[in-house]
């Protein structure tokens, strides 16, 4: 074999009945990412040259999500669930091209590593025909156990089927598994499903090699990397995992977290260098901050693009499409959507920017509202640059608000206001010397009327 290719086969055809859920297992997410675009992208990010994704038969959402997130992916679907490795077979047109490994991947095990997925084809071999990867969990309940003898693996014992000895064994699957190409049907196609789930048990791939007088290794890894999901407190307990790994990973990449622990991080978050991030902020998914950008505490950031030395919250929010230029300030309690903010504007205090463009150097006053929705439709609003926006005024979207302009505060604008002019939408006010003593008056005599 002069090449050396591998196909990745994901399986996440199971009902994940213990989720109760009416969403698919594998589309639970953590870090802000399907469980199976999880394994997809530890897919991607080894040297895997190509993947398919075993399904269930109601499962066009899932099939939904492979293509959004793998679009080279096959889709194969399982109509009945019969087991592991009854849904490896509904790949068999894929698997009889013809492969130096197949690697078989669960969709509900969201944190392996891309080295681990390379660690585990590169134990193929002339020697080993199937190579397992292992892991010791605290708490071993309900997984396969892996039985070797005189140093090598010669069979998987699901927790169902184990004996008292064999549910002692520390040593647990984790569910991925390697498979020599050459090999792969044929092992494949001999598994039974004699046991106490009458399921076709892709762990019984194993004990058959060996009856081919075919070997099998097992190789380890770490319980956070390969935990399984099978239920929302697991999914509570990946989420926990992940979170530490891209804490860790954003202070060794130069991040400063001021208290990791309460920073929450999407699996696609992304930082420039020098970044600070203050406690309790929580990123969704799509953000990049960059260099010498601050995010002050208890803001919440989603889909949004920060600027050079930009400065965010306290208590700001960020909703998908914000997009805020070098050094703009976003202070408390204002959010910004769908919106442009270019360089060195500051709104910072208490607004919503919704659907528009603040041009370089604008003010927003306390208190502005984009007025995007009509109750049908969302229209932008355009601030120039240079503007400044009085507090509490309304921009009544669609408008235009020229560059250098000066709307004054309080102000209901509908009309597009031109460049460095003033506009002021709001009633005028009347003032009445005296009037508040004479109602006094007039008031303290009727209350003694009525009383005597
Ligand atoms: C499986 C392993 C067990 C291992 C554990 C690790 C088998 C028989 N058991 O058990 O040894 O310790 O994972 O987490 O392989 N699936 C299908 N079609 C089916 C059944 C399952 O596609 O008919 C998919 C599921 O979507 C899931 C994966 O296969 O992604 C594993 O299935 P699951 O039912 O979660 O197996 P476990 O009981 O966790
Ligand atoms: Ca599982």
Redesign the pocket.
Known sequence: MSSNKCLAIV????E?TRMRSSTP??LHRVAGRTLLAHALAAVEQADIAASAV?IGPDHAAVADEVRRVAPGAEVFV?SE????A??LLRAEPAIARGWDQVLVL????PLVRPATLERLRSAIGPEAAVAVLGFRPADPT???RLIIRDGSLVA?R?DKDASPEERRIDL????LMALRGDVALAVLQQIGNDNAKR?F???DAVAVAAAQGLKSVALEAEEKEVA?V?DRGQLAQAEAALQQRLRREALEAGVTLVAPDTVFLAADTRFGRDVTVEPYVVFGPGVTIEDGAVIHAFSHVEGARVGKNASVGPFARLRPGARLGEKVRIGNFVEVKEADVEAGAKANHLSYIGDGRVGANANIGAGTIFCNYDGFNKHRTEVGAGAFIGSNSALVSPVKVGDGAYVGSGSVITADVPADALAVGRGRQVVKEGWAQKLRARLSRGKKTAAG
């Open positions: 399986l996440a055809a199971g994940g297992k594998v075993i399982q669930r019969l087991g592991t009854h849904a669960f969709g509900d095990t309900g997984y396969g998987i699901e647990c699957n984790a569910g399921e048990y892709l762990t399984g099978n």
